[in-house]
């Protein structure tokens, strides 16, 4: 191989760092090669490629999820390993130059949440372009499509989300989609199962039956209705950092059981912490004052950073603002639920009780459907925005600096204001206001 194949943006892609000593060294260097040789055979035209790799991807990894990986030879490439190290519809690249190596890789990727792409061969060295000479690499590269892995128990209760590639809808090359969907009954009852262990088989099978035919299908129903809401009432430059309903599969009570939405793929510029506060802000004040919607799950799970800005994702417990939920039986049992066990609510009552929150109007909102529950946690995760390690590569922030500072005291004024009873920021338009102070102040 040319010594050209081999460039700085390519080096160390997904890969450890150089090592001392003389052999380590010579693996290195072998190693870029390859990896090298693999961009330009099998990427040099790949526009996802050339938009999400980062040359400074070693650097990422230490700190958050890359878009691509690469392994090489005997480099760990276990798919259950890679999916804790790949960002959701992130790439990743197997190469070696034994064929044994590779084989029955993509049945034990397809196993553990991602989709195979591509295998195969390519040639190497000066000679490659000799017909049956150059050295031979064998690839294998898959993408990560499931948001959690098969099998895997999680504390969050939730839907089966993956990217697909549904056939009615009309995508370009390498083109997905989101699709969310209720779990399925055996899903289901291994979750509570896992988390009850001391119940009853047919206990728990009759509680997965509810969750899967009453529970989910409600509230992916209603998920549904607030992106249809969100897409009408948003003023039109706020809507793509919203999800789109694409469409919506339901059964024969009118449940949605299954509904496609466009991909709002992490990526794009970095921010400084103050940007990223002051844009979450201003999105959480357009979902509040002209859609109505308050969001009630604004866990940094579900920010994300695009080309288009910071967005808000999974609507799923979202409510009006006004709604009469009490008025549904199901509804308000269901919602007396999520208030007393989302984690939240939790945070926000161990909060109030340490004195860390004394906004009257943040106590008046434990236990309720409020606005309040929105800011309160808007304001925790301005101030530690690497909590999701998604977003660690996406926002500068030092905790040392005085943006920091100044972010950290916003955070204080809105938990814990001068007068409890008749606190400053009670909107996030007062936050929005409050985040332009800091600017003009560290001009």
Known sequence: MDTAELTPATRYLGGPRPSAGRAAAG???????MVAAAVNHLMAEDAEFSRYRDPAESARRQSGLADFLF?????????????????????????????RKARGLAAQFAERGFEPLARGRFRTGPLRFIPLLGRRVWYFVARKILLAQPREITE??????????????????NEYVVQKEVPSLERVIGRLRAKFADVPDNVVEKRALKFTEKIFPLFLTREAAFLKILQRDLPPEYRDRIP????????????????????????????????????????LRVVHDWAKVIHLDLRLDNFVITDRGVGFVD??????????????????TLFDELMRTSQIQRMLYKMTVTGAVTSQAMH??????????????????INQPHHNPDL???????????????IGELTKDILKPADPANPKYRTAEAMLDGIYRIKQSLR
């Open 27 to 33: 693996g290195d260097h072998r190693r870029e090669r």
């Open 71 to 99: 392994a090489v030879e005997d480099e760990s490439h276990s798919p259950d390993e890679i999916f804790g190290r790949l960002r959701w519809g992130g790439q990743f690249v197997y190469l070696t130059r034994h064929r």
């Open 392 to 406: 660690a590569a996406l926002v500068k922030y030092d905790p040392a600096s005085f943006e920091a500072a100044a």
């Open 156 to 173: 969050r209760f939730t839907y089966h989300v993956q990217l697909a590639r549904p056939s009615f809808l009309s995508l370009a090359a």
């Open 244 to 283: 789109t309903l694409l469409e919506a599969e339901k059964d024969d009570r009118g449940y949605v059981r299954r509904m496609w939405m466009n991909w709002l793929r992490v990526g794009g510029q970095s921010l400084s912490q103050l940007e990223f506060a002051r844009q979450s802000a201003d999105l």
């Open 364 to 381: 008046e909102a434990y236990g309720r459907v409020d606005k309040q529950v929105d800011l309160f946690y808007l304001a925790v995760q």
């Open 315 to 332: 609507f799923g417990s979202a409510a009006r603002v006004g709604e009469n939920i009490q008025g549904n039986p199901l509804l308000s």
